[in-house]
């Protein structure tokens, strides 16, 4: 049974509380996962902060750090139609082998949470691409935030590290919160039947930097 520790870390956010949970071994045995959980933000939502050793057992001084937003039916049902199940477990691996953090963010469907995310993909079977949909049904473009996990970084001391993503909106958001960006360390772009248009309008709306996709 997974038991919850309640050691608070630090003051630095006064508005943040900080929990620290026992160490949950994750998938393999040999991958051991640390889960700080966040909440006390604006909002209601708890966030999580990964922390993953790699097989030293060690964080380097700078860490690799993946920034996911949640998506149900991707993680958890490893849907075809986004990427996310596949670049998390990608993310899992990169951070098991040279240790890291993954920010689990609980903004599902890009912010407009689960129910609303499935009507777009209803009106995405209907012609309209990601973004369109969320105008439609009355919502931003894309709806998340990325601030807090400036905030999340801050409490337990990293102010340093290589991002994993192709998505400029999340590099400048931690450096204009003062978390320096060493490098961006690109995701594999896996694409399947069903995620093409998708994939594409990500890259031409939003400049995600997986270099051109081929027409169909
Ligand atoms: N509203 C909406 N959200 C979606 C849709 N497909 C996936 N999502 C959500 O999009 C979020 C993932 O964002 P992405 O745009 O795929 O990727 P990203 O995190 O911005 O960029 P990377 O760091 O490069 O992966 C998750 O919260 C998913 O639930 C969709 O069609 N509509
Ligand atoms: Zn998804």
Do not use: W
């Not at 995405?124 to 970084?153: P, S």
């Amino acid at each position: 049974m997974i038991t919850t520790d309640t050691v608070c870390l630090n003051s630095v956010v006064t508005r943040m509380k900080v929990r620290q949970h026992v160490e949950i071994p994750l998938t393999d045995q040999s991958i051991k996962a640390t889960f700080y959980t966040f909440d006390g933000f604006d909002h209601t939502n708890e966030h999580l902060l990964i922390e993953i050793r790699n097989p030293q057992g060690e964080i380097p001084s700078i860490p690799k750090l993946r920034i996911h937003s949640e998506c149900l039916t991707g993680d958890v049902f490893h849907s075809r139609r986004c990427d996310c199940g596949k670049q998390l477990k990608e993310a899992i691996e990169l951070t098991s082998k040279e240790g890291g953090y993954i920010a689990y963010l609980r903004q599902e469907g890009r912010g407009i949470g689960l129910y609303n995310k499935l009507d777009a993909y209803h009106l995405q079977d209907n012609g309209m691409d990601t973004f369109e949909a969320n105008l439609h049904l009355g919502f931003a473009e894309d709806a998340r935030e990325f601030d807090m996990v400036a905030e999340m970084l801050k409490a337990i001391n990293i102010n340093e590290v290589e991002l994993i993503t192709n998505n400029p909106k999340k590099i400048k958001a931690l450096q204009n919160q003062g978390i320096k960006v060493v490098k961006r360390v690109a995701t594999t772009r896996f694409e399947t039947p069903d995620n093409f248009h998708y994939l594409r309008a990500k890259e031409e709306k939003e400049n995600h930097c997986f270099g051109k996709l081929p027409r169909k």
